[in-house]
């Protein structure tokens, strides 16, 4: 099993900056890829971000260029939010993807209002 806590959500100015942090814990040694999803009202989970152990990453088409990835992908990943939009606002979701598995953190509230 994986254990994912997901941080620093919260409320944030469109054009501002805002930096969402996860940390895994547990059985991190089959991790290979870690990410970020996004939930918004009456709408699907979404693939925001991706990043593999070997630095490889992967982006929604809506954040390029202004959400930044980061991390080892085994036990922490990262999403710098630069010039957020107030279409932005969702549950983001902290995952995992391992061999035999992937796993969710519990998700955190991100909005984007002035």
């Known amino acids: 099993q994986v254990q994912l806590v997901e941080s620093g959500g919260g409320l944030v100015q469109p054009g501002g900056s805002l930096r969402l942090s996860c940390a895994a814990s547990?059985?991190?040694?089959?991790?290979?890829?870690m990410g970020w999803y996004r939930q918004a009202p009456g709408k699907q989970r979404e693939l925001v971000a991706t990043i593999t152990t070997g630095g490889s990453t992967n982006y929604a088409d809506s954040v390029r260029g202004r959400f930044t990835i980061s991390g080892n992908a085994k036990n922490t990943v990262y999403l710098q939010m630069n010039s957020p939009k107030p279409e932005d606002t969702a549950v983001y979701y902290c995952?995992?993807?391992?061999?035999?598995?992937?796993?969710w953190g519990q998700g955190i509230q991100v909005t984007v209002s002035s």
């Open positions: 995952n995992a993807q391992s061999v035999v598995g992937q796993y």
């Open positions: 547990g059985s991190i040694f089959s991790v290979y890829a």
